[in-house]
């Protein structure tokens, strides 16, 4: 009689600390988010990914009622921001901006990574994708990518044309090939960087996303020559596609979606989903995309994490028929 009582109380006991150690984990999972949140942006202030984090957590900032920080960490192709956020405490607190140029291209790049792309992080959703846009000083350059390409062909290495990511590289890479041209690539960290060797004619011309082009282009400061979208941007609609000067087929966009640290618990990953995708649906976020020239995307974590492993199979096999290597 009186071992059970005990075994009764030892039970009682072990299922009264079980709970709190379960409860507090719940009750902190249900209150998220309980103080700010830290967003990591791969690239200086004032590019397009930073245009991009700033107008979705100006939306989030008033439905989830939490501060969020933006954290600018540009450099090496995204990896510095990338290995700061797979170092995180997964609790939802910090989170991370990435392209497709960054998490899908960077494991056929370089042969040794800080993080592990497919395992280090939880995928929380896709935002949108972007096309590039070839560009060259409003007030010099040539006037076509036609033009552009003939200078090429004539003196190979004369055209020269900066870039600000692996995405966009690879997009040179691919007109090259397709024009049999050569020219003299030059990798800048970001467009705050190219922009001023730009417009000083230092630089033949550039190629970046419409999200951070727009802007030079609408004040006339640079002219767009080509997208590399399948149809003409609405927000574009004198350039014209790559595809429509003799390149049937050409297309090359990149995605941005939003990270987690791996082992972030399931339902604030669930949580985050549900808020971004609410996001997206807002008639003033989706007119801040689209003015940029973005495709929206959503959807589903499950979905994000499919498109992360079938493009960093796709690109790996680009980058290895290309024979590329990271600068």
Known sequence: MIKKFFRRTALTLATAVVG???MPAASAQAAYPEKSIRLIVPFPPGGGADRVART?????????KTAFVVENRGGANGIIALDALAKAPADGYTLGLTL??????????FEHLPYDGTKDFAPVALLASYPFVFAVNANGGPLTMAQALASAKAAPTSISIGFPSANS??????????????????????????????????????????????????????????????????????????????????????????????????????????????????PKVKAAFEADGATLL??????????????????GAIVKELGLKAN
Request: charged fraction near 20%; proline fraction near 6%; include cysteine.
């Open 56 to 64: 979705l957590i100006r939306k989030l900032t008033q439905t989830m």
């Open 169 to 282: 590289r690879l997009a040179i890479e691919q007109l090259q090939q397709r024009a049999g041209v050569q020219l003299n690539v030059i990798p800048y960290r970001g467009i705050a960087q190219g922009m001023p060797d730009l417009l000083g004619g230092r630089l033949s011309f550039w190629i970046g996303t419409s999200a951070t082009l727009r802007g030079p282009i609408e004040g006339e400061q640079v002219r767009g020559l080509a997208v590399t979208s399948a149809k003409r941007l609405p927000v574009l609609p004198d350039v014209p596609t790559v595809a429509e000067l003799g390149f049937p087929g050409f297309e090359t966009v990149s995605w941005f979606g939003l990270l987690a640290p791996a082992k972030t618990p399931a339902a604030i990953v669930a949580r985050l989903n549900t808020e971004i995708n609410a996001a997206l649906n807002d």
């Open 298 to 315: 959503g959807g589903s974590s499950a979905a994000f994490e499919e498109t992360l492993l079938d493009d960093t199979k796709r690109l």
């Open 20 to 22: 709190c150690v379960i």
């Open 100 to 109: 497709m140029d960054h998490l899908a291209l960077n494991p056929a790049l």
